[in-house]
């Protein structure tokens, strides 16, 4: 495994088998993500690009195929394990913010920590960090019905680091905002990619988002079909 | 108005047909009424049946002597003497063997029930062949009267049903006495069903009572003759009794399971509020369930009014589905079904259960009542459902 | 637990819901507590008697009468440690409807046979010396307005006096209560000769007798000397325990034990039902989110813990609070229904009873739910993939 490397995908295959048929996602696929990477990752629908954010989120197994989490099999490991390196390592950011409804902004952002051993002291003291960072201190005790699109989604983005994990993975974090704040989102990725070294893969099918990547992938029919890199 | 009409049918019929997504909390519903409609229904039937058992036996011109504070045949007492003075009082009807009265006696014995294989009191009465004929209704089912002066008795159709080893043919023992039965007869499902019958003067002998009996009873010339009866006994210094007709006797007597009607309400009503509850909680589901559905009818152009009917119309159906339910549960289960219990003098009484029509209408009542107010809240609420929710996407 | 707020928090996002079905399960302890109470009263009389007590009643029906012979012979038998006798008066204060639950009793013996009744000495002196003299239970006391002193005049709706009509005058020399709660004190004792010398009915007669046997071992024994001694004669007699006695008494009732778990068990049902549907709604109605957790890293069994938690809170809360009132109605109906039901209360028991249940119901309306939780597939729940 190359240290410079957070994700190693090699020979990924993923079947499903759908009675007597069987479907296809990816056949081969090899994939390296940087330490530090800003990865956006476009295609047309049914390319794949979900399956293969399910994989790197741990959510979903190959059939074939090895993964690689910093220098850490991640494809082998059985369904507790994997539910406790993703707590360990991952923020998740989602495309309809899923927050939780009957929670007040801190609580929902103090949710990774639950799985942790900090005191309640410490959990307090990383919310207001995470909610100071996104800029909604001021809101911690509002509940989610009582905030826009983009605060929701901000509120999501604190949710995803407050435990300070490596990678983030946002499915389509813009699909549901307007042209303006999807920008603040965006540029919002972008700081805790330059100054918190975040390594952050995004699955996207705006062009003007992956804009802000520094890398962007496409794929079809589960193949990467070409690659760009954007110098920003 | 017609529009109206069609609207709600139309909504009505919207509802019903998505009612298979809400299957378990529907059928939850329908439960509830139906249990709340059983237990009310069972209740009821018990209190009926004892207290029919009770009713009929009575006559209304007939009246009964005891001593002063009895309270129950049982307890009461009457000398020879004392009987003869009675006889004599005006009112009583004759006929060419003289006036029309039956002075008899009330023991206890015992006998075991089949159901629950254990010991219960039983009556043993003392009477002539005068006595029987004061019982409206009387009938021998099999075999034949009791020979006077021996040691042979009849039995009522009921303690044949409760108690083992009273067929035809059968000797008993009470204690040192054996007894013969001859005899099974019906008085058309009264509390006399459940006693024995035997000659007085036998009794009299084999429980050491010399010449004397514990009640009478006497053909009245119409029920309008107690009055001057009672007065008669007030009259009399040597007489220690009151009279009273056979039915005010016996509606006193059956007081003691009123309390059967009374819980019966209570624990039903108490259900009820319970049945309620969930009934409320599937309707509030079913709303919030069709929300977006009743928003577009709103956007096209349907009432409030209609929305209302619609959640209305599909409390009450499921209520009333549950109360067929459970008016059938009851009707299957209880209706006839023979139980006994302990009656006044510590003896029991055989009585069926008994569902009429009129109780049946109180178990529906019940029902609709739960489904109407179970409906009303959600309905309002359904009626309000604002149209902008037809534009929201399900998040 | 950490977790427990986001359980608290999901038991009351939707306050009508949890309103209702808390009152669901309200109602089922409500009727729980108060329906096994009663039942617990009809049955305080079984349990309540002292175990080497036994009562001698004529084989037919203890409404038979036994003759005073009787108590000499049974004095005699072995194994018998103290015999007394007892008589139904069938007694009743100014109307026959207000009945007095009284029996004429040989003094002395009564109360050694009857050691768990309590009366201060000068009282029990004072009943002991006069023959018109009442001993009167505390409860009975209490329901009347009754004191030590007060002349009452007691009626008999069975027996007449010699002297003319049936009311017998006393007067009220002593008030006893049980040496434990659950002790019957609804009753009143007077002179057996008092009693006897009095009325008309001739013949020296008891209605039944009381014994303690030396040794509650000895009670099959004695009890079988004493029936086997009068057997075949006027008045053959059955002689059982207290316990037994009280017990068949009850039984006669019909199956009232049938009766009341019938009832019950039908609440419970229905409540089940009821809140179980609920509870498999509410979490279905959290897919998303329960897939929400899972990804951010909450475990299946961890889930799976907080939904149990969470149905469990809830029975606990609507039992809890149904038990509470069940108690308070009961204390109420008590003084209510003293002249039927001496021993109406709430007890331990059945409060432990309710406990069990409540976290019986929370378990099996959460179970289904909780499963499915765990067994979320993240990926499913997501309607993607």
Known sequence: ?232 | MSSLLSQSAAVIKMNIQSLPRRLWMSLAMVFASAVVVAILLAFLAMAKGFDATMQSAGSDDVAMFMRIGSGAELNSSLSREQANLIENAPGIARDEQGPIVSPELYVIVDGVKKSSQSEANIPLRGLNERGVNMRKGFTLLEGRMFTPGTDELIVGAGILKEFEGFELGQEIRFGKYSWKVVGVFSTGGNVFESELWADAKVIQNLYNRGSSFQSLRARMESAESLPSIAEYLKGEARLTHEVQSESAYFSAQGKSLEYMAIFGWVISSVMALGALAGALNTMYTSVADRAMEIATLRAIGFSHFSAFIGTMAEAMTLAAIGSLVGSLAAFVFFDGLSASTLGGSFTQVVFSFQLTPELFINGISMALVIGFISGFFPAWRAARVPVIVAFQTAR | MKDFYLIYKNLTRKKMRLFLTTFAIFIAFLIFGAVMSLRSALNAGVEMSADNRLVVVHKTSFTNPLPYSYVNKVQAIEGVSKVTHANWFGGYFQEPANQIVTFAVDPETYMEVYSDLVVPPEQLAAWYSNQTGMLVGERMAKANGWQVGDKIPLSSNIFSRKSGGQTWEMEINGIFKGNEDKIDTSYVLMHYKYFNETQTFGGDNVGWLILNTSNADLNEQVSKAIDTEFANSNAETETSTEQAFNKAFVDQIGNIGLIIFGVVFMAFFTILIVVGNTMVLAIRERTGEIAVLKTLGFSSIRIFKMVLVESCLLAFLGGLLGIGVAYILIKGASEQMARFLPNLSLDQDVFLQALLYMLVLGLITGIAPAIRALRLNIITAFGRG
Not at chain 1, 36 to 59: C, R
């Open chain 1, 1 to 232: 495994m190359n240290n410079e490397n957070l994700f190693e995908l090699s020979n990924v295959s993923k079947r499903f088998t759908k009675g007597k048929e069987t479907i296809t996602i990816f056949e081969d696929l090899n994939m390296q993500i940087k330490k530090g990477d800003f990865m956006a990752i476009m295609g047309p629908s049914g390319s794949g690009k979900t399956t293969l954010l399910n994989l790197l989120g741990g959510v979903d197994q190959p059939s074939t195929g090895e993964i690689n989490f910093d220098g850490q099999r991640i494809d082998n490991l059985n369904e507790g394990r994997l539910a406790k390196w993703r707590a360990n390592n991952i923020g998740f950011i989602f495309q309809f913010y899923n927050l939780m409804p009957m929670l007040n902004a801190a609580k929902n952002v103090e949710l990774p920590l639950l799985l942790t051993n900090l005191s309640s002291a410490e959990r307090k003291a990383q919310v207001e960090t995470a909610l100071k960072l996104v800029g909604l201190s001021d809101r911690a005790k509002h509940m989610p019905s009582e905030m826009s699109g983009g605060q929701q989604q901000r509120v999501a983005i604190a949710r995803a680091v407050v435990s300070d994990p490596k990678f983030l993975l946002c499915d389509e974090p813009t699909g549901d905002l307007d042209r303006q704040t999807a920008d603040e989102i965006l540029e919002t990725l972008q700081l805790l990619n330059k100054e918190f070294g975040k390594t952050i893969v995004m699955v996207t099918h705006d062009p003007s988002a992956a804009k802000y990547a520094t890398h962007t992938v496409h794929l079809n029919k589960g193949q990467f079909v070409k690659e760009e890199e954007l110098v920003s």
